[in-house]
C-alpha cells in the first residue's frame, strides 16, 4: 500500500567491502522514506569453506570467519537488533579505518557498544557456528540459490546485490530504491548485472 512502510532485510558479512557500501545506501534511504530496516548476519566464510579459490581470497575468507562468527554471538545473546549497531562499529573500523586486524576491530567495536568483551572469544571458536550457518542458510533460502553478500530483502523479494561501488545520497538513494522496489514486485524479473569498478569508499 502506498505510503506504508516497506519491509527491508540486508544479510551481510562484516568483512565484505560492497555489503557495506549496500548497507550505508539503505541507512541513506532510511533516513528519507518510511522503512522498516533490518539487519541479518551472513557468511562469505561459510559460502566459501569447501571451494577451491585464488590464494588472496582464501586467505580473506579465512580471516573472516571472527567478526562473522563475534556477530553471530552477538545476536544469539543479545539479539539480533544489535547487528545494526553492531555491524557500524566493526565495519567503520574495517572499511573506512582500513583496520585489518579483526581482533584490535572486534574489541574496540564490542567497548564501544558496551558489549560483554567476552563475546570476542567467538572470533576463534565454533561455538557459535551452529547459529552462523542457520543465520547464512535463511539467506540463502531468501534467495532461493547460493548467493554472496549482500543480501537485500524488499517486500519479501530477496537479491543479490545490488552490489554498488560507492554509497549513493539524497535523492539518488530514493531512485535506487524505488527501482529495485519495482523490480521485486515483478516476478518475471531475475537478473541484471555489468562490470564492476575499483571499489570506490569515502
Known amino acids: 500500500m502506498e505510503g506504508s512502510r516497506v519491509p527491508v532485510v540486508c544479510h551481510f558479512d562484516p568483512a565484505c567491502p560492497f555489503a557495506w557500501v549496500t548497507s550505508r545506501w539503505l541507512l541513506e534511504v532510511e533516513r528519507?522514506?518510511?522503512?522498516?530496516l533490518d539487519f541479518r548476519i551472513m557468511s562469505l566464510s561459510v559460502l566459501n569453506e569447501h571451494r577451491e579459490l585464488e590464494p588472496w581470497y582464501r586467505e580473506f575468507n579465512d580471516r573472516a570467519w571472527g567478526p562473522a562468527r563475534v556477530c553471530a554471538a552477538a545476536a544469539?545473546?543479545?539479539?539480533?537488533?544489535?547487528?545494526?549497531?553492531l555491524y557500524t562499529?566493526?565495519?567503520?573500523?574495517?572499511?573506512?579505518g582500513r583496520n585489518k586486524d579483526y581482533d584490535a576491530v572486534i574489541a574496540e567495536a564490542l567497548d564501544?557498544?558496551?558489549?560483554?568483551?567476552?563475546?570476542?572469544?567467538a572470533a576463534h571458536t565454533g561455538?557459535?557456528?551452529?547459529?552462523?550457518?542457520?543465520?547464512?542458510?535463511?539467506?540463502?533460502?531468501?534467495?532461493?540459490?547460493?548467493s554472496g553478500t549482500p543480501i537485500v530483502v524488499v517486500d519479501g523479494a530477496a537479491f543479490f546485490g545490488p552490489v554498488l561501488t560507492a554509497v549513493p545520497e539524497g535523492d539518488d538513494a530514493v531512485r535506487l530504491f524505488q527501482a529495485l522496489r519495482t523490480l521485486a514486485g515483478m516476478e518475471t524479473f531475475a537478473e541484471l548485472k555489468r562490470g564492476r569498478h575499483a571499489l570506490d569508499l569515502p
Do not use: C, K, S, Y
Open 32 to 36: 528519507l522514506r518510511p522503512i522498516d
Open 127 to 146: 561455538d557459535f557456528d551452529a547459529a552462523l550457518r542457520a543465520a547464512h542458510q535463511a539467506g540463502q533460502d531468501a534467495v532461493g540459490e547460493e
Open 89 to 96: 562499529a566493526l565495519g567503520t573500523r574495517i572499511h573506512l
Open 112 to 121: 564501544e557498544l558496551g558489549l560483554p568483551a567476552h563475546l570476542a572469544d
Open 76 to 85: 544469539a545473546l543479545h539479539g539480533t537488533a544489535i547487528l545494526r549497531d
